[in-house]
């Protein structure tokens, strides 16, 4: 089946094709090295990382490039008021980056290049911006010249004249035009600096990608991927420069996630609407904060509130359940293990989410469809257990090859892979935990309350009821016995 993407080149949704048949380069803007990564890249890099596994799953071959900034005017100030030099402090916060994706289950893309080992890269693509009389002198900097490059906008839809008048200009700007931008920036005294032919110096930040992109993925890139606010300025100067540079179309197809709202509000450091991936995964499980993100399609916004990651965590947790019953239900008896296959509607059922799956990722990656189709699946194989309780023989165990069909759409949005004992016990101590029993506490309480109940002491076979109940447990007695199910 086709795929579609949204492009944002084109505003239009459009049928996938590849430049190279079978195998896709992508390449997203990584983070600017210098402080601790907040829920927004989060998002992007969930939602990236999703697109890599999809394209994977549909047997594309992918190279999946993501740099890191670790030298700009952000990076200099911190590590100046720090004490560091900027190599130290880009490459801690690399690695405290590192650590917050790894736990978001994010897979490392194939290559992720810094900027400031890519420096020849850029000076070589400066120069062919010079030879091609697209790039000038502008004092002891390098600028761009906007207006030359006849293609300026086609991405943002923002036009010269529209820009032109907005413009701020600087006093002692060098520049020709205050629409242009700076390429390479001249050393200020006491900052890292790099040998150039225009004396000694630092890149500006588009030129960076464009080099990276360029030098590892070649001159046209089918995917290039960011969050919405990079759509202007930066990847219009990306796709000016490269394409100036080699003449050539610089992306097929550019993809951009929608942003983070916190409690309905845009995301902001100033006004306290702000969360770093390192405080949330105190508080969250790092599989729920996942699940939440792709609650929502990627280009749509995406609330982050209480209520939101604590009804994500609630949905983890009956997932898990229905997983740790599927598994335990196979093993509980010899007849089970023996029985036959499990019946026709839950066949049917799962084959449906299956065929749901690839339909909705298809359609532009839309993991919030998926996520609903998951959870009727779930409910269905919460109902079919329910009825199993009373009828060990209708094979359990075929009920886990069943499940397994569905690994490789699981694994593509990366959740459910963990044992689901290991995952109850690692959202204890968390917050919003307190429905985080797993079904073997729950199975023990259930004999507890039967030995109770056999004993005339109803009271304590009441006080397990409840204790179940406010754990998100519901006990339905039956001629069968006690079941249980999630709330
Ligand atoms: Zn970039």
Redesign the pocket.
């Known amino acids: 089946m086709p795929l579609f993407i949204h492009n944002s080149l084109t505003g239009k949704k459009e049928e996938f094709v590849p430049l190279v048949p079978g195998s896709v380069s992508m390449y997203v803007?990584g983070i600017t090295a210098y402080d601790y990564s907040h829920i927004g890249h989060a998002r992007a890099y969930v939602a990236f990382d999703v697109i890599y596994r999809y394209l994977r799953y549909k047997g594309y071959d992918v190279t999946y490039v993501r740099?890191f900034t670790d030298i700009d005017d952000k990076i200099i100030k911190r590590a100046n008021e720090s004490g560091h030099d900027t190599r130290a402090l880009s490459e801690e916060f690399i690695g405290k980056f590192h650590e917050d994706m790894d736990a978001l289950g994010i897979l490392r893309p194939t290559a992720e290049p810094r900027a400031t080992d890519t420096i020849p890269q850029m000076i070589t693509l400066i120069n062919t911006l010079f030879d091609k009389g697209y790039a000038y002198k502008a004092g002891d900097d390098v600028a761009f010249s906007v207006k030359k490059f006849s293609g300026y906008g086609k991405l943002s839809g923002k036009k010269i004249d529209e820009l032109e008048s907005g413009a701020r200009v600087d006093v002692d700007d060098k520049k020709q035009d205050p629409l242009d931008f700076i390429l390479w920036k001249a050393a200020k005294p006491g900052e890292p600096a790099w040998e150039s032919p225009w004396g000694k110096g630092r890149p500006g930040w588009?030129i960076?990608?464009s080099a990276m992109s360029g030098s590892i993925l070649g001159d046209t890139i089918d995917i290039h991927g960011?969050g919405k606010d990079?759509v202007f300025p930066?990847?219009e100067n990306?796709i000016a420069q490269s394409e100036a540079a080699t003449g050539k179309p610089f992306v097929r197809y550019f993809i951009h996630n929608g942003f983070v709202n916190i409690d309905s509000e845009k995301m902001s450091k100033s006004t306290g609407k702000f969360f770093t991936v390192r405080d949330i995964r105190k508080q969250y499980h790092p599989e729920v904060v996942r699940l939440f993100l792709l609650s929502v399609q990627y280009r749509n916004p995406v609330d982050f509130s209480e209520k939101n990651l604590r009804d994500s965590g609630e949905a983890l947790n009956r997932l898990y359940t229905t997983k740790a019953r599927i598994f335990e239900a196979a093993h509980n008896t010899a007849a089970a293990r023996q029985g036959g296959p499990v019946p026709r509607e839950v066949q049917d059922a799962v084959s449906a989410f299956s065929a749901g799956f690839q339909e909705a990722m298809d359609d532009d990656f839309n993991t919030a469809l998926v996520l609903g189709r998951l959870f009727d699946l779930s409910h269905l194989l919460n109902r079919f257990l329910d009825v199993q309780k009373d009828t060990p023989e209708t094979g359990r165990a075929s009920l886990i090859a069943e499940w397994e069909t569905i690994a490789g759409a699981l694994d593509v949005l990366g959740i459910l892979g963990r044992d689901p004992e290991a995952y109850f016990s690692e959202v204890k101590g968390l917050r919003f935990t307190d429905t985080a029993l797993n079904s073997q506490d729950i199975e023990r309480l259930i004999a507890e309350r039967n030995a109770a109940r056999k004993a005339k002491d109803f009271k304590r076979a009441d006080a397990i009821r409840d204790e179940l109940a406010e754990s998100g447990v519901v006990l339905e007695d039956g001629p069968g016995g006690t079941t249980w199910k999630p709330k």
Do not use: A, I, Y
């Open positions: 803007c740099n588009h960076e990608c960011g990079l930066h990847h990306e």
